[in-house]
């Protein structure tokens, strides 16, 4: 079984720290992504990554770093944090299959609260 | 508009009920569809692709319509065990682009 496990279940923080919430995955796959949950919005896509310290912007990238150094790890960053990104955050990871990519597996998710 | 639109829910059936979800999509270059499913505080898991030529499994019947741009999924004999958040994925030829819809709630009542 695919393996995406993410450092924390719930976290809480205040304004203004930095915060790192980790993702590692186990079956080698090349791509990796970041999403936040809030509802009635879905899952939005903050970051991907096709390969080590590569990296792209996905739809709502502001406020957010991420970090590719091994290909089993992808680190996402809130340089300062503040009490919007209050939300569910999924990592997600896939195998490389050609053009299109499902994000068939998931981590169990990082509920962040910012106060 | 949003790129993904699905039946806003929540759905409410009793068991053994036959129900369907639509979900809606706006780029006609879209290229591959899935439905997942999400527990209560729990990840996505995905359930199934979706085919020109719809496709089954077992219970879950997904179809889609490129010519009006929706795709849907049928759920026969619904189960308690079904009641979750069912998300639609469309993705586009733009490499790694994914769009979840909004999700639409199941609930199962015996």
């Known amino acids: 079984d695919v393996k995406v496990t993410q450092s924390s279940r719930y976290l809480v923080k205040r304004t203004g720290e930095k915060v790192f919430l980790e993702c590692v995955q186990d079956?080698?796959?090349?791509?990796m992504f970041w999403y936040r949950q809030d509802p009635g919005l879905g899952l939005r896509l903050i970051y991907f990554?096709?390969?080590?310290?590569?990296?792209e912007k996905g739809d709502i990238p502001e406020g957010y770093s991420v970090s590719r150094e091994k290909k089993e790890r992808f680190s996402l960053i809130l340089e300062s944090a503040s009490t919007n990104q209050t939300s569910m955050y999924l990592c997600?990871?896939?195998?490389?299959?050609?053009?299109?990519?499902?994000?068939?597996?998931f981590g169990q998710g990082t509920r962040l609260t910012v106060v | 508009r949003k790129e993904v639109e699905q039946d806003p829910g929540p759905f409410n059936v009793p068991e053994g009920a036959t129900v369907a979800f639509n979900c809606t999509y706006s780029?006609?270059?879209?290229?591959?569809f899935f439905w997942y499913r999400q527990d209560c505080r729990k990840e996505p898991k995905l359930l199934m692709s979706?085919?020109?030529s719809g496709n089954e499994d077992g219970r879950f019947t997904a179809q889609l319509n490129r010519a009006s741009q929706y795709i849907s999924l049928l759920i026969r004999d619904s189960k308690l065990s079904d009641s979750a958040t069912y998300l639609c994925?469309?993705?586009?030829?733009?490499?790694?682009?994914?769009?979840f819809g909004d999700g639409t709630t199941l609930t199962v009542k015996p």
């Open positions: 994925v469309v993705m586009s030829t733009n490499a790694g682009k994914s769009t």
């Open positions: 079956m080698d796959h090349e791509n």
């Open positions: 990554s096709y390969d080590v310290k590569m990296k």
């Open positions: 979706v085919y020109s």
């Open positions: 780029n006609s270059a879209s290229q591959s």
């Open positions: 997600a990871s896939s195998l490389f299959q050609g053009a299109f990519r499902p994000e068939a597996f």
